[in-house]
C-alpha cells in the first residue's frame, strides 16, 4: 500500500532532550516535507526536500533540522526540544510537477 | 503564492450535493488550484486540482470559473463521512500554504 509512514504516532518528552521523529514513503516520491499543526495557527511547513541531499526552510524552521540522505527518509530532529515546540507534526510526499500529496498520519508531540 | 478566500463553515445534508466556494482572484497564469480535506486531526487528504478545466475524479469535481478568480468543489453526495475541513489552495510550484479552510459538517 502506498503511504507515508511517520514515527512515533505520540511523544511525550522533556526540555532538552534530542528527539527525531522519521518519516518514511514507499512511493519514490522526489518531494517532501514536514508541516506543524497549531490550534488558531493551522498547518506551517518547516522543512523541505526536493530530492536526496537537497533541502531547504519552510516557514518555520527555527528550532529544528532535517536530513535527507536517502529518497524514501526524511527525518525531522529537535536538537533541544522546548514547549513551544508541542504540535502536531505532519510529513508529507509527492511526485514533482502538478501531483497531489501524500500526508502521513501524524506525530503529536508534547514537550514539558 | 495566491491567496484564497473561503467561507468558514458550512453545513449539508447527508446525500446531497455539497457545494463548496473559494475565491482566489489574485491568481497567476501558472498557478493551480488543489482542494485538500482533513478529518479531525488526521493527515490532510488530496482531493482534487485542476489549472483552467473542469475535473472530477471519484472523490469530487472542481469548477473553476473562466476567469480563474474562482471555483467550486462539489461532493455530489455528500455523507456523514464527509465531514471535514476543506482546504482551497493555490499552488505555482511546490509549495502548500494551508488557509483556515471551511469546516464542512455533514447532518443525517
Known amino acids: 500500500e502506498a503511504q507515508v509512514t511517520q514515527n512515533p504516532r505520540y511523544l511525550i518528552t522533556v526540555t532538552g532532550k534530542k528527539l527525531t521523529v522519521t518519516c518514511s514513503q514507499n512511493m519514490n516520491h522526489e518531494y517532501m516535507s514536514w508541516y506543524r499543526q497549531d490550534p488558531g495557527l493551522g498547518l506551517r511547513q518547516i522543512y523541505y526536500?526536493?530530492?536526496?541531499?537537497?533541502?531547504d526552510k519552510g516557514d518555520v524552521p527555527e528550532g529544528y533540522k532535517v536530513s535527507r540522505k536517502e529518497k524514501r527518509n526524511f527525518p525531522l530532529i529537535l536538537e533541544s526540544p522546548s514547549p513551544n515546540q508541542t504540535s502536531l507534526y505532519f510529513c508529507?510526499?509527492?511526485?514533482?510537477?502538478?501531483?497531489?500529496?501524500?500526508f502521513g498520519s501524524g506525530t503529536r508531540l508534547t514537550v514539558v | 503564492d495566491a491567496k484564497t478566500t473561503q467561507p468558514t463553515s458550512m453545513d449539508c445534508a447527508e446525500g446531497r450535493a455539497a457545494n463548496l466556494p473559494c475565491n482566489h482572484s489574485?491568481?497567476?497564469?501558472?498557478?493551480?488550484v488543489y482542494w485538500y480535506r482533513q478529518i479531525h486531526s488526521q493527515g490532510p487528504q488530496y482531493i482534487i486540482h485542476g489549472l483552467k478545466n473542469n475535473e472530477t475524479n471519484e472523490m469530487a469535481s472542481l469548477i473553476i470559473t473562466e476567469d480563474r478568480k474562482s471555483s467550486t468543489l462539489i461532493l455530489p453526495h455528500a455523507t456523514l463521512r464527509d465531514t471535514a475541513v476543506y482546504y482551497c489552495?493555490?499552488?505555482?510550484?511546490?509549495?502548500?500554504?494551508f488557509g483556515a479552510g471551511t469546516t464542512v459538517t455533514v447532518r443525517a
Open positions: 508529507a510526499s509527492g511526485r514533482t510537477g502538478h501531483y497531489g500529496y501524500t
Open positions: 489552495i493555490v499552488r505555482g510550484d511546490y509549495k502548500l500554504s
Open positions: 489574485t491568481i497567476s497564469g501558472n498557478e493551480y
Open positions: 526536500s526536493m530530492n536526496v541531499e537537497v533541502t
